[in-house]
Nanobody
Framework: QVQLVESGGGLVQAGGSLRLSCAAPESIISINTMGWYRQAPGQQRELVAGITSGGITNYADSVKGRFTISRDNAKNTAYLEMNSLQPEDTGVYYC???????????????WGQGTQVTVSS
């Protein structure tokens, strides 16, 4: 059974900060890309930030300069540091990785359970 464990969501006032984490189990090896997505009420799920195996990052225009994605390969963990949060950042944040499982020779996509981020005005 493969599950990415997310944590760090919560309620924060506009201008505040949160840090999300996403941990993959040891059965996941050779992680390629890691990313954070969010889904606001009534909206499609969108990519917020991504990071490659080489540490190259990319961000949605709406969060550029405010959010920082990082990864700790030794811990099989990704992070999303969110600063200067705005009400428009409200939504459920999902972690996704593309990686190999120890039992399979191909890469596959795995998702976290989602964590709620609510920013009040």
């Amino acid at each position: 059974q493969v599950q990415l464990v997310e944590s760090g969501g919560g309620l924060v006032q506009a201008g505040g900060s949160l840090r999300l984490s996403c941990a993959a189990p040891e059965s996941i090896i050779s992680i390629n890309t890691m990313g954070w997505y969010r889904q606001a009420p009534g909206q499609q799920r969108e990519l917020v930030a991504g990071i490659t195996s080489g540490g190259i990052t990319n961000y949605a225009d709406s969060v550029k300069g405010r959010f920082t994605i990082s990864r700790d390969n030794a811990k099989n963990t990704a992070y999303l540091e969110m600063n200067s949060l705005q009400p428009e950042d409200t939504g459920v944040y999902y972690c996704k990785i593309i990686a190999r499982h120890r039992d399979y020779g191909y890469q596959a996509q795995y998702w976290g359970q989602g964590t709620q981020v609510t920013v009040s005005s």
